[in-house]
């Protein structure tokens, strides 16, 4: 598998459709088996064959150019697909070349195991654990002993005692306290 398209018809960026056109007669002329004799090249002629078919339409040359300038910004895309591409083609055979993800699944695992990807997954676990502890606060950072349990309770003001929640109370009420995790010990027990 050889470079890019341009490459391979020996053509620049800037090359009319007219020349890519003739350097695809010049090199089919050269590498076609019922053409060329025992000079003929049929793998060669199918790579020229797909790059003029690329090339000569200007819809497709211009996603294919802009896929070769994201390739070149961040070390994938086109090149990459085509040499692994290639790869399966030599291992598995000509049927495999043409298979593309088909399911929403294939698709997202594709996706999620490029390696920019793991990266940025990596560093939103991180910051998602880091950001956690800070919400939680000192309930969360207080070691809890074996045996010992926690129960949802609110400091009451007048009292200075940790209370369980009581809706029916005008003060609980009114203040609108925010529950914590203390141990049950700790903790008087309100009714009615």
């Known amino acids: ?5 341009y ?18 007669r010049k ?19 199918r790579q020229i064959s797909e790059a003029a078919s690329v090339l ?20 994938a895309g086109i090149r990459h697909e085509e040499a692994f591409a290639g790869k399966l083609y030599e291992q598995f ?6 298979q593309r993800p088909t399911s929403h699944t294939q698709v997202f695992v594709s996706t999620l195991f490029r390696p920019r990807n793991l990266l940025f997954g990596t560093v939103a ?8 502890s800070y919400m939680i606060g000192e ?3 207080r070691p809890v002993s074996e045996g010992e349990q926690m129960v949802q309770a609110w400091r009451n003001p007048r009292t200075q005692q940790w209370e369980t929640p009581a809706p029916w109370d005008p003060t609980y009420r ?18 009615r």
């Open 1 to 5: 598998m050889g470079g890019c398209h």
């Open 27 to 45: 090199l089919s002329k050269e590498t076609h088996p019922d053409v060329a004799g025992p000079k003929a090249n049929p793998e060669r002629f």
């Open 56 to 75: 000569s339409s200007s819809k497709t040359r211009q996603i294919y150019d802009l896929k070769m300038e994201g390739a070149g910004r961040f070390g």
């Open 139 to 141: 309930g969360g950072n």
């Open 125 to 132: 676990v991180l910051v998602t654990a880091k950001a956690s």
């Open 174 to 191: 009114q203040m609108k306290p925010v529950l914590e995790l203390v141990p049950r010990e700790q903790v008087k027990s309100r009714t």
């Open 7 to 24: 490459t391979t018809l020996g053509v620049t960026k800037n090359s009319s459709t007219e020349d890519i056109k003739a350097a695809f």
């Open 93 to 98: 055979g000509k049927g495999y070349r043409q």
